[in-house]
């Protein structure tokens, strides 16, 4: 058998480990990347990419609606060839997973990108296409696929996950969403908007992992707008009459195709990873540091979606460049991650900023709100709808963190994201600029609402204003 060694062996050529590649492979450290099935981040092929450009065209064709206000006429006549929409969206998938892999894998030697299913032999071999290879660190990144349940199997191609939804040439008259997370809020809108006939169903009492109640309310009553939702209940699919019957609690509904969202799960079943010499949690995944990647005190690192923590391109970034920097050094360094943001691109966005409802004291915190419907910006685009929570200590005034379902959710959750990794109070924010009519007098309004109640007030008494010395 062929046998090769190498310093550093890297797992996955998604967007992990192209970024521990990125480490690695200046270091002059030996190495190999190892991929099985297609090459090209899930961002590209079948996730945030793809996704948003359907989204795109969705939300483009749903304006139409807004057109009589302006006096357009002929918009009711407007119609949408689905097959070339997807075909434009496969079109721009195609040229993100292009430049992904130019930049990347295609400048590698089949001796350093090997494509095939890697298995531990022991804790420092891998095995692979039926070459062994001797690796002194090792990282796993080889990300997760979509959940389905076994007996859903059963239905075959018309059960679809983001794996094949994207390559239907042909969309489906009527679909049900089985989990209203991220995936199953973006696709299902947008299909709805596309002129599928969309159901959702969450077996939880919320959608997109939104935890304030004001915000979460927020959120149903809009997106229901777009299609039904039934929630609190775990959905169960028959067959009938060649169609899938789609029940949950009291609800049931026809369908002819199902989109199964019900989350991911890692690729480490497949990799023998029993015999990598270290222990798995209760999930199946082994336990390791977020601020440096090792598993416990070994030569093995995580990073990416393979974690189950933080399902991001960006934390994905950061956790390849954290796991590569410590497998080509001597000793082991511990990062700082950043303040968790998550972005829906439904519409209205929903988003989450630091801390989380759940983890607040109310005791010891402000909290800040505005609703869209007056905001002048939001009423002039036609998309005054949502609301926008911001959360402080009530103490010092410190930012914490935020919820929001909102226009424009994905560029105020980022300015909250930059002040809270700052650790800025919300005083300090007030007294930033903010122009007018914009879209961020919104989030200004919150920042108010919440200073009236913090206990920290500005040197001065003036929110919006810095004394001079």
Same mark, same amino acid.
């Given at each position: 058998?062929?046998?090769?060694?190498?310093?550093?062996?890297?797992?996955? %050529?998604?967007?992990?480990?192209?970024?521990?590649?990125?480490?690695?492979?200046?270091?002059?450290?030996?190495?190999?990347?190892?991929?099985?099935?297609?090459?090209?981040?899930?961002?590209?092929?079948?996730?945030?990419?793809? %996704?948003?450009?359907?989204?795109?065209?969705?939300?483009?064709?749903?304006?139409?609606?807004?057109?009589?206000?302006?006096?357009?006429?002929?918009?009711?006549?407007?119609?949408?060839?689905?097959?070339?929409?997807?075909?434009?969206?496969?079109?721009?998938?195609?040229?993100?997973?292009?430049?992904?892999?130019?930049?990347?894998?295609?400048?590698?030697?089949?001796?350093?990108?090997?494509?095939?299913?890697?298995?531990?032999?022991?804790?420092?071999?891998?095995?692979?296409?039926? !070459?062994?290879?001797?690796?002194?660190?090792?990282?796993?990144?080889?990300?997760?696929?979509?959940?389905?349940?076994?007996?859903?199997?059963?239905?075959?191609?018309?059960?679809?996950?983001?794996?094949?939804?994207?390559?239907?040439?042909?969309?489906?008259?009527?679909?049900?969403?089985?989990?209203?997370?991220?995936? &199953?809020?973006?696709?299902? !809108?947008?299909?709805?908007?596309?002129?599928?006939?969309?159901?959702?169903?969450?077996?939880?009492?919320?959608?997109?992992?939104?935890?304030?109640?004001?915000?979460?309310?927020?959120?149903?009553?809009?997106?229901?707008?777009?299609?039904?939702?039934?929630?609190?209940?775990?959905?169960?699919?028959?067959?009938?009459?060649?169609?899938?019957?789609?029940?949950?609690?009291? !609800?049931?509904?026809?369908?002819?195709?199902?989109?199964?969202?019900? &989350?991911?799960?890692?690729?480490?079943?497949?990799?023998?990873?029993?015999?990598?010499?270290?222990?798995?949690?209760?999930?199946?995944?082994?336990?390791?540091?977020?601020?440096?990647?090792?598993?416990?005190?070994?030569?093995?690192?995580?990073? &990416?979606?393979?974690?189950?923590?933080?399902?991001?391109?960006?934390?994905?970034?950061?956790?390849?460049?954290?796991?590569?920097?410590?497998?080509?050094?001597?000793?082991?360094?511990?990062?700082?991650?950043?303040?968790?943001? %998550?972005?829906?691109?439904?519409?209205?966005?929903?988003?989450?900023? &630091?801390?989380?409802?759940?983890?607040?004291?109310?005791?010891?915190?402000?909290?800040?709100?505005?609703?869209?419907?007056?905001?002048?910006?939001?009423?002039?685009?036609?998309?005054?709808?949502?609301?926008?929570?911001?959360?402080?200590?009530?103490?010092?005034?410190?930012?914490?963190? %935020?919820?929001?379902?909102?226009?424009?959710?994905?560029?105020?959750?980022?300015?909250?994201?930059?002040?809270?990794?700052?650790?800025?109070?919300?005083?300090?924010?007030?007294?930033?600029?903010?122009?007018?009519?914009?879209?961020?007098?919104?989030? !200004?309004?919150?920042?108010?609402?919440?200073?009236?109640?913090?206990?920290?007030?500005?040197?001065?008494?003036?929110?919006?204003?810095?004394?001079?010395?």
């Amino acid at each position: 058998m062929n046998e090769k060694s190498v310093d550093v062996a890297i797992l996955g %050529s998604g967007s992990a480990g192209l970024y521990a590649l990125g480490k690695v492979r200046p270091s002059g450290k030996s190495f190999v990347l190892i991929n099985g099935g297609e090459p090209g981040t899930t961002c590209a092929r079948v996730g945030c990419m793809p %996704s948003k450009a359907m989204i795109q065209v969705a939300e483009d064709y749903h304006r139409r609606g807004i057109l009589g206000r302006y006096g357009v006429a002929g918009h009711e006549e407007m119609d949408l060839d689905t097959q070339e929409a997807m075909e434009h969206v496969r079109s721009l998938r195609d040229t993100f997973v292009d430049r992904v892999l130019s930049n990347s894998t295609d400048n590698l030697s089949e001796e350093l990108f090997i494509e095939g299913y890697a298995r531990f032999v022991d804790p420092h071999t891998l095995e692979v296409n039926g !070459q062994r290879i001797h690796a002194e660190k090792i990282i796993i990144a080889t990300g997760t696929r979509p959940l389905i349940p076994g007996p859903w199997k059963a239905f075959g191609e018309r059960i679809l996950t983001t794996d094949e939804i994207f390559e239907q040439e042909q969309l489906p008259a009527s679909i049900a969403v089985i989990g209203l997370g991220v995936i &199953g809020l973006e696709i299902g !809108q947008s299909l709805a908007r596309l002129g599928v006939e969309v159901t959702g169903f969450d077996m939880l009492g919320t959608i997109g992992g939104l935890e304030d109640p004001d915000v979460a309310k927020v959120a149903v009553e809009a997106i229901s707008k777009d299609f039904p939702m039934h929630l609190g209940a775990a959905a169960e699919i028959s067959e009938e009459n060649g169609k899938l019957r789609v029940s949950a609690g009291e !609800q049931s509904v026809l369908v002819d195709k199902v989109l199964a969202s019900l &989350g991911r799960i890692p690729n480490l079943d497949n990799m023998a990873i029993e015999n990598a010499g270290i222990e798995l949690g209760s999930k199946g995944i082994p336990a390791f540091n977020p601020n440096t990647m090792q598993v416990g005190d070994s030569h093995i690192f995580l990073a &990416g979606d393979i974690t189950g923590e933080r399902a991001l391109l960006h934390e994905a970034g950061d956790e390849g460049r954290i796991a590569g920097h410590n497998a080509i050094s001597a000793q082991i360094s511990a990062f700082k991650r950043k303040v968790p943001l %998550s972005i829906n691109f439904c519409d209205p966005n929903i988003c989450h900023v &630091g801390a989380r409802w759940s983890e607040l004291d109310p005791a010891s915190t402000a909290v800040g709100t505005v609703n869209f419907a007056p905001v002048g910006r939001a009423l002039i685009m036609g998309k005054n709808r949502g609301i926008l929570k911001v959360y402080a200590d009530n103490q010092s005034g410190r930012l914490l963190g %935020s919820e929001m379902a909102c226009p424009k959710g994905e560029n105020l959750a980022h300015l909250l994201a930059w002040s809270i990794q700052q650790e800025l109070t919300v005083g300090r924010l007030l007294q930033m600029p903010f122009y007018h009519p914009v879209i961020e007098e919104a989030l !200004q309004a919150a920042l108010y609402d919440c200073y009236s109640k913090v206990e920290s007030k500005n040197s001065g008494g003036i929110a919006e204003l810095v004394p001079l010395a």
